[in-house]
Every structure is written in C-alpha cells, then in structure tokens.
C-alpha cells in the first residue's frame, strides 16, 4: 500500500538560511499535519491542511510557513533558520473524520549548524 | 482539553517476558486513543486504535491494549517480548484537531 512520502530525508542548513520540506500524502486522504519531535521528545502539532486550505495551528514559529498544492502534496517553509529548529520533522495523512488513524511518513531530518 | 500521560519513560524487559506500557488519558467526551511505535530514525507506525467499539483492541505485531474508562487508562500489553519490539512507544489521543502524544516510554528487551 502507498504511504506518506516525505522528502528528503536529510537535510542540512547553516543559521539564518531557509529550508522547504515536502510531504506526498496517501492518495484519497484529505488532510495533512506536519508534526516537529525534537530530540528525545514526543511529535509537536505544527499545522495541518484539509483539502489545500489550512485548517488548523499549533506550535508553529512565525518564521515556518506552509501550504497545500493542488495534488495535494505540502510544502513546510522555514526561513531564518536556528539552532533550535534542528529535528526530525513528520508529515501526516489521514482522513477528515474525527478520531481518524493519522499515518506517518518517514520524517525529514533537519540539521543546522 | 484531551491529553496522555505515559507513566515510565524506560522500561527493561527479558526476551519472553510480559510487556506493560502505561498510558493514562483526560478528555471530557469519548476519547479516540492510540498507540505508535516508533523505531530509531523512522517515522511513527500505528500499532492499534481504540474507538469505542470494543474494549480490548489487538493490534499488530501482537500488542493489544484495554481501555479501561473506571481508570481512564490505555495500557498496551504483549504476552511476550521479542528482541525486535526495542522501540519508543508513545499514546496518544486526538484532540480538538491534531494528535496528542504522550512523552514516550523507551521499551528495552533484554536477551
């Protein structure tokens, strides 16, 4: 079965440069979330989109941005990068319905130095 | 507003051995509660849901979990450990719009 695509899968940047990490969902599913788990913890909420408009915030510095194309595949923007931001970022896909199984991609490992 | 609490962030199990890993929840409707298994450098893989229809939930790789609602808890268990179960666990319930995850308890298996 197809699952959440993410690219890539590393991805190192200095200070103060931008970053853009894309998300392919599961075909048919209709809402994305892009989830940051830094090291050692569990996922944070960043943002999610249902059917190419944003639908929900969480934790999201205003220095990220994202969207939704057509195909439905998602971009996360990050500019002015920081230390900080170092750690592995997921893309999720589920269904719109509530209490929905969200399924995983593979997750983009960022690195600033 | 719907949270977890995982109680142990490591636990240290013999090959064969019972696993427990505890999860309790809060929410102030039904919850929707689940578990994911996350192996070292890959993404989240969902190990079982629960959604009000049955009790006991089997998942894969021979995990299941009761959610019991007296102890608003959600512990998953298997009868027996096996080398490639090592992983971070996390609980989680949905909220208003996203997941929320427990901090995450590191399941050691020991030979």
């Known amino acids: 079965a197809a699952g959440v695509i993410q690219s890539p899968r590393h991805l190192i940047k200095e200070k103060r440069e931008t970053a853009t990490l894309k998300c392919y969902p599961i075909p048919r599913h209709d809402t994305v979330y892009w989830y940051q788990q830094g090291p050692g913890q569990d996922p944070q909420f960043l943002i999610s989109f249902y059917e190419k408009m944003q639908s929900d915030k969480g934790s999201i510095p205003d220095r990220f941005s994202a969207q939704q194309f057509s195909d439905y595949h998602s971009e996360l923007n990050m500019s002015s990068l920081e230390l900080g931001d170092s750690a592995l970022y997921f893309c999720a896909s589920s269904y719109r319905t509530q209490g929905s199984e969200q399924y995983f991609g593979p997750g983009t490992r960022l690195t600033v130095t | 507003a719907q949270s977890v609490t995982q109680l142990g962030s490591h636990v240290s199990v013999s090959e064969g051995a019972l696993v427990l890993l505890r999860c309790n929840y809060s929410?102030?409707?039904?919850?929707?509660l689940f578990w994911y298994v996350q192996y070292p450098n890959q993404g989240l893989q969902l190990l079982l849901k629960?959604?009000?229809?049955?009790?006991l939930v089997k998942g894969i790789n021979g995990f299941e979990a009761e959610f019991k609602k007296s102890e608003t808890s959600f512990h998953l268990t298997k009868p027996s450990a096996h080398m490639s179960d090592a992983a971070e666990y996390f609980c989680a319930v949905w909220g208003v719009a996203d997941m929320r995850f427990g901090a995450g308890t590191r399941l050691t298996v020991k030979p």
């Open positions: 629960y959604t009000s229809a049955a009790t």
């Open positions: 929410s102030s409707v039904p919850p929707y």
